[in-house]
C-alpha cells in the first residue's frame, strides 16, 4: 500500500522561513495558501481510500501506520492553512506561521517515535501479516 508523498508541507515551510518578519503578503503567500488547500483535498482523499480499504480487508499494522500518519499531516495542514490565512488576510506578520509549524514539529516527531520503536513491536491483529 503506497503513501502520497506530499512536497507542499516542505514548500509552505520554506517559503515561511525565507520571509522577512515585517514584509506584507505577496503572491508567494497566496500561491502558498493554495498549495496548502490542494494538499488538504489530496490528503483528505487518501485518508478517506486508506480508511476504505481498512473496513473492507481488515486492521493491518500498516494500515495504522498510514491514517495516523494521514491525520497527522491534514492536521499540520489545516493548522498551517488557517494560520496562513490570518497572515494574508492581516498581514499581521509571519510569526504564528513560524510558532504554529515549530509547535507541530514536536507531533511529528511523537508520531515518528511510535511508528520507529512501539509499532515493531505491537502484534500483528487476527488474520494481518503486520507490517509489510
Do not use: K
Not at 503506497?2 to 497566496?30: I, K, N, W
Not at 495558501?33 to 489530496?42: F, N, Q, R, T
Not at 499531516?73 to 509571519?94: M, N, Q, S, W
Amino acid at each position: 500500500m503506497g503513501q502520497v508523498a506530499h512536497p507542499a508541507p516542505a514548500v509552505v515551510v520554506f517559503v515561511v522561513c525565507d520571509r522577512r518578519r515585517r514584509e506584507a503578503s505577496t503572491l508567494a503567500d497566496v500561491l502558498g495558501v493554495a498549495l496548502l488547500v490542494v494538499s488538504l483535498a489530496i490528503d483528505a482523499v487518501a485518508l478517506v481510500v486508506v480508511v476504505w480499504r481498512f473496513v473492507r480487508i481488515g486492521l493491518w499494522t500498516s494500515h495504522v501506520v498510514v491514517v495516523g500518519t494521514n491525520v497527522v499531516l491534514l492536521v499540520f495542514l489545516g493548522g498551517t492553512l488557517r494560520e496562513y490565512l490570518r497572515f494574508v488576510r492581516t498581514d499581521a506578520g509571519i510569526d504564528r506561521v513560524e510558532a504554529w509549524i515549530a509547535r507541530y514539529l514536536v507531533v511529528f516527531l511523537a508520531w515518528a517515535v511510535i511508528v520507529g520503536f512501539a509499532v515493531p513491536h505491537y502484534p500483528a491483529a487476527a488474520g494481518s501479516p503486520g507490517i509489510r
